[in-house]
């Protein structure tokens, strides 16, 4: 039987920045740079899937496109659980509930 999370892709929150919002509105990496005072090399770390959606980067993506900042940090969550996925049933094998031992 097969889990429905472990069949779901999450893409890395850069990933949907790029093509959901920057391709999408005609937005160039330097503009969204400029207009949100986020480092130019941050926003290219983040759309090459090098470097997390920060808070502060949350923050300033959300008040720019009119989202939350809570929708650029559950992107970040949902994309580092799923990559972690392996690790997790390690730790599952590893550690008992408390109470359970």
């Known amino acids: 039987m097969s889990d429905a999370s472990t069949d779901l892709h999450f893409p890395h929150p850069g990933e949907i920045l790029k093509t959901d919002f920057l391709e999408e509105l005609g937005i160039t990496q330097y503009r969204l740079a400029v207009d949100t005072k986020i480092p130019h090399s941050r926003v290219t770390a983040i759309i090459k899937g090098r470097r997390a959606v920060t808070a502060d980067t949350a923050l300033r993506l959300a008040r720019y496109f009119g989202n939350s900042p809570e929708f650029w940090l ?6 580092d659980l799923w990559h972690l996925k392996e690790a997790a049933l390690l730790v599952e094998e590893e550690v008992a509930p408390y109470g359970e031992k």
């Open 74 to 79: 559950g992107l970040q969550q949902d994309y």
